[in-house]
Nanobody, 118 residues
């Protein structure tokens, strides 16, 4: 089993940056795909990006691709989401999820809140 714990959320002014972390325990990061999701208030959860093994990450939201970057540190068993040029619409809860393949997630973190005031 995987355990995932997100951290790094907070309140940031428009145009600012945050780096979220997803600490993975239970198994090696190399064995699993890890993704970041965003759930805006009152909306469904949307997948931002997924990374697995040594493959290039996949970004599912074109509008975020230039501002958000997923990366991982195998030595720390941690996946990151660097978020730049933040906008009020980026407000919401950010979750990381894990599974054997991108798109097939069985494990979820508790989420971390990001607030960008308008």
């Amino acid at each position: 089993q995987l355990q995932l714990v997100e951290s790094g959320g907070g309140t940031v002014q428009p145009g600012g940056s945050l780096k979220l972390s997803c600490a993975v325990s239970g198994r090696s990061l190399d064995e699993y795909a890890i993704a970041w999701f965003h759930q805006a208030p009152g909306k469904e959860r949307e997948e931002i990006s997924c990374i697995r093994g040594r493959s290039a990450p996949t970004y599912y939201t074109e509008s975020l691709k230039g501002r958000f970057t997923i990366s991982k540190d195998n030595a720390k068993n941690t996946v990151y989401l660097q978020m730049n040029s933040l906008k009020p619409e980026d407000t919401g809860v950010y979750y990381c999820a894990g599974g054997y393949f991108c798109g097939d997630f069985n494990y979820w973190g508790q989420g971390t809140q990001v607030t960008v005031p308008s």
